[in-house]
C-alpha cells in the first residue's frame, strides 16, 4: 500500500526556520515526482513547491520563493521543504504528494507541478503555525 507521511511540523515563531519531512512506504520515492502543497483554514489547497523524479528540476510559488528550499534524498527514500524566515501567513497544514512522472498532467517526464491535480497519492498533512 503506498503511503506519504509528513513530518516537522510545529509551532515557531515569525523569522524562524522549520524542515518538512515527507516519508514514503510501500514504494520507492526515487520513481515519483513530489509536490508539496499547503492549506490553511476556509482557503483553497495552493501548490507550494516541487521537485522532479532526479532533483533536477524544482518549482516554488511566489510567496515563498527565496524561502523555501525543496530537496530529496532518495538514500533515505524522503524529501525535504526547509522553511526559513517563515511568516504568520504561512500558517497553514502542509501535505506531500506524488505522481509518477509519465503522468499526463506534467509536461514532462523531468518536470513537475504546483498544481494539485495531477497528483493520486497524498500524506495526511502536518500543521505549521507561525505565531508570536
Known amino acids: 500500500q503506498l503511503q506519504l507521511v509528513e513530518s516537522g511540523g510545529g509551532l515557531v515563531q515569525p523569522g524562524g526556520s522549520l524542515r518538512l519531512s515527507c516519508a514514503a512506504s510501500?514504494?520507492?520515492?526515487?520513481?515519483?515526482?513530489i509536490g508539496w502543497f499547503r492549506q490553511a483554514p476556509g482557503t483553497e489547497r495552493e501548490g507550494v513547491s516541487c521537485?522532479?523524479?532526479?532533483?533536477?528540476?524544482?518549482n516554488y510559488a511566489d510567496s515563498v520563493k527565496g524561502r523555501f528550499t525543496v530537496s530529496r534524498d532518495n538514500a533515505k527514500n524522503t524529501v525535504y521543504l526547509q522553511m526559513n524566515s517563515l511568516k504568520p501567513e504561512d500558517t497553514a497544514v502542509y501535505y506531500c504528494?506524488?505522481?509518477?512522472?509519465?503522468?499526463?498532467?506534467?509536461?514532462?517526464?523531468?518536470?513537475?507541478?504546483?498544481?494539485?491535480?495531477?497528483?493520486?497519492?497524498w500524506g495526511q498533512g502536518t500543521q505549521v503555525t507561525v505565531s508570536s
Open positions: 510501500g514504494f520507492t520515492l526515487d520513481y515519483f515526482v
Open positions: 504528494a506524488a505522481v509518477s512522472p509519465v503522468s499526463p498532467g506534467l509536461r514532462a517526464y523531468s518536470s513537475c507541478s504546483t498544481s494539485p491535480s495531477p497528483y493520486p497519492y
Open positions: 521537485i522532479s523524479i532526479w532533483g533536477g528540476n524544482t
